[in-house]
């Protein structure tokens, strides 16, 4: 008896996750239409049998401690002995479908970016699960979280990543019919490769810019990000443009640059939600042209530099310089790809 009912268990799970997918299907399609303009993307879709047995049934011992954030990650293989990374999804409330939609939003634009090398390469989805699963070619290669690794890294490792960043975020403005704004600059979202190459994730709270405009009005419970990245015009009038990502990385740079922990210490995570006092000090900058670089940069990064030449110290100063100008201390926002440009130009010959 207790077999049967298992088996009938069993069976009604089966059924409710298929209607579950096919519900979810409906979304991402409007998702992929919305954001791709149409054309079609290659995507797999996975059934929740499929992700179970290529991860021991999302087991502990699958799970990659190291990527741990605003999902849950596993190691995996499918029948191809191809190795691949699973992000199970689990913010928002997984039986409303509106919430689903940010699930769905990274699955479709994680199909337009998937062949760029500063994005993870997308295989498929599964939507069968209460939350929805995204997964990845790993390619044999270990991630781990910048947030995690920042303090280990190099100066010339931080610019390369800064560049690297900086190049996904201008290919997500420039490379589609309509810019993307990424707007949900954390950096947890960024992944170090054990090649050294980082890779931008989580598209849920993207925007596309209506054709024709250079922003997009959003509600404020749209907002998405934390209190450092954001820019006064889209935190208080919710106008997301090209401008807040800008912002946002002029923001990732200087903690690049400081260190997480100084970084807070300039500006307290708190006062950020106060509007009077978001305020970057302005020292910043005087403080390395008068050789005070001690108080500023990332102490742990001073110590692996041991001796900071003056060459370095240049590159620092136009390193922040270039932050400053992001945020909008120093004249004219600059595009990304200029950024970009500028970013190369400086790190060229290291």
């Not at 979810?24 to 179970?52: H, Q, V, W």
């Not at 907002?223 to 807040?244: A, F, Q």
């Not at 310089?321 to 004249?331: A, K, P, V, W, Y």
Request: aromatic share 10%; glycine share 8%.
């Amino acid at each position: 008896m207790d077999w049967c009912k298992r088996k009938k268990s069993g069976a009604l799970v089966k059924k409710q996750r298929l209607v579950r997918g096919r519900e979810r299907g409906e979304i991402l399609l409007e998702e992929l239409i919305e954001c791709c303009d149409g054309k079609s993307n290659p995507i797999k879709f996975f059934s929740a049998d499929d992700i179970l047995k290529a991860t021991d049934n999302l087991s502990e011992c699958t799970c990659v401690s190291k990527l741990f954030g605003h999902g849950k990650w596993y190691s995996g293989m499918l029948d191809s002995h191809r190795t691949i990374l699973v992000k199970k999804l689990w913010r928002g409330h997984p039986d409303y479908p509106r919430d689903f939609y940010r699930g769905a939003r990274d699955i479709a634009i994680s199909s337009m970016v998937s062949g760029h090398k500063n994005f993870m390469k997308l295989v498929g989805c599964c939507l069968e699960f209460r939350f929805p699963v995204i997964v990845y070619y790993d390619a044999k290669k270990q991630y781990c979280r910048l947030d995690l690794q920042l303090m280990l890294l190099s100066w010339n490792k931080r610019m390369k990543i800064a560049e690297e960043i900086a190049t996904a975020l201008a290919y997500l403005h420039t490379a589609f019919s309509r810019p993307l704004i990424y707007r949900n600059m954390y950096i947890q979202n960024i992944l170090l490769g054990e090649d050294g190459v980082a890779k931008l994730t989580d598209f849920s709270n993207c925007v596309l810019i209506p054709q024709g405009e250079t922003f997009v009005k959003l509600g404020f419970r749209c907002v998405g990000g934390d209190y450092d990245y954001m820019d006064d015009n889209y935190m208080i009038n919710g106008l997301v443009s090209e401008k807040t990502d800008v912002f946002s990385f002029g923001s990732l740079m200087q903690k690049l640059l400081t260190g997480e922990e100084r970084f807070r210490e300039f500006y307290g995570r708190d006062d950020w939600k106060i509007l009077e006092k978001r305020k970057f000090p302005n020292w910043l900058s005087k403080s390395i042209g008068e050789g005070r670089i001690d108080e500023i940069v990332d102490l742990k990064m001073l110590e692996k530099m041991g001796e900071v030449s003056e060459e370095e110290r240049c590159r620092m100063k136009a390193f922040l310089f270039l932050s400053e100008r992001c945020i909008g201390l120093r004249g004219e926002v600059p595009k990304m790809v200029q950024v970009v440009k500028e970013l190369r130009n400086s790190s060229s010959g290291l």
